[in-house]
């Protein structure tokens, strides 16, 4: 079921309704997933990198909020700015279980659910900042570009994260500071970062220095394969996926 979150054609999402038997909470409230797809926030990439996760997910009783976000070929802060409207549209959703609203991202969507869970640290003005809604209960980054400096010097994507920023790390340091999850440790939100032994497009490095820095709130799960297995329910990424979101529903 498409809806919109704003006026642009990329502010919208997809809410899948769980299929079958779903996690209602006392209230009637539905255990809830945001789901934020990667690509290097390139124009080339929409939410429909998601959509077998958000079916598989759905099948197995959670609400999926799957979103689209302006690409970083739009003026700085469209893509944190879109984020962030796009998770607040669950406010006043009634079917939505706040206490049991998990954000998961793949890639460059690994970014944005790291970084939404890092909202309460934002500065006032900051593009995200004072969200109306409680941060997420967990977040789950699949294969995360969780260090927009390293990723810049990497060049990772081409120079995608210097076209995010609008320019090198070192040229816009205002908006490094608060784009890069690395920066706006600690968050205080559980976090899980699943990341490939074989991947080739974001190196397992980002991951594990992530995870070091954020300490006890964060674990790393190492899984086979490479960068996309995470799109495929069938994997063992998918799988650990599963099992990550399932705390939540324990």
């Given at each position: 079921?498409?809806?919109s ?16 038997p779903?996690?209602r909470?006392?209230?009637g ?5 945001v789901l934020?797809?990667?690509g290097?926030?390139?124009d080339?990439?929409?939410l429909?990198l998601?959509?077998?996760?958000a079916?598989d997910?759905a099948e197995?009783g959670?609400l ?5 976000y302006r ?5 700085w802060?469209?893509?944190l700015?879109?984020?962030?409207a796009?998770y ?7 079917r939505v279980?706040?206490?049991r609203?998990a ?6 969507g ?23 809604l409680p ?7 699949q294969?995360p570009?969780?260090?927009l ?5 990497l060049?990772l994507?081409?120079?995608a ?9 070192a040229?816009?340091p205002?908006?490094l500071?608060?784009?890069d ?18 991947d ?5 490095a980002l991951s ?17 394969g490479?960068?996309?297995?995470h799109?495929d329910?069938?994997?063992?990424a998918?799988r650990?996926?599963?099992t990550a979101?399932?705390e939540?529903?324990r």
């Amino acid at each position: 079921m498409r809806g919109s979150y704003g006026a642009h054609p990329r502010q919208v999402g997809d809410l899948w309704l769980p299929d079958g038997p779903a996690d209602r909470a006392t209230d009637g409230r539905l255990a809830t997933v945001v789901l934020v797809h990667g690509g290097f926030w390139r124009d080339d990439y929409d939410l429909t990198l998601q959509d077998a996760v958000a079916l598989d997910l759905a099948e197995r009783g959670w609400l999926v909020w799957n979103v689209d976000y302006r690409p970083s070929s739009e003026p700085w802060p469209a893509t944190l700015a879109d984020v962030a409207a796009a998770y607040d549209h669950l406010r006043g959703d009634d079917r939505v279980d706040l206490r049991r609203l998990a954000v998961v991202g793949h890639s460059a969507g690994g970014h944005l659910a790291l970084w939404l869970a890092s909202r309460g640290r934002l500065p006032a003005g900051a593009p995200g900042a004072a969200p109306p809604l409680p941060l997420p209960a967990l977040v789950v980054a699949q294969a995360p570009v969780a260090d927009l400096a390293a990723a810049a010097c990497l060049r990772l994507g081409s120079g995608a994260a210097q076209a995010l920023l609008g320019g090198e790390p070192a040229e816009v340091p205002g908006r490094l500071a608060v784009a890069d999850p690395l920066a706006l440790l600690p968050t205080g939100v559980p976090t899980v970062c699943l990341h490939a032994e074989g991947d080739d497009r974001v190196p397992l490095a980002l991951s594990e220095a992530y995870v070091t820095a954020a300490g006890q709130a964060a674990r790393l799960v190492r899984v086979p394969g490479g960068h996309f297995e995470h799109l495929d329910p069938a994997s063992q990424a998918v799988r650990a996926l599963r099992t990550a979101l399932e705390e939540l529903r324990r």
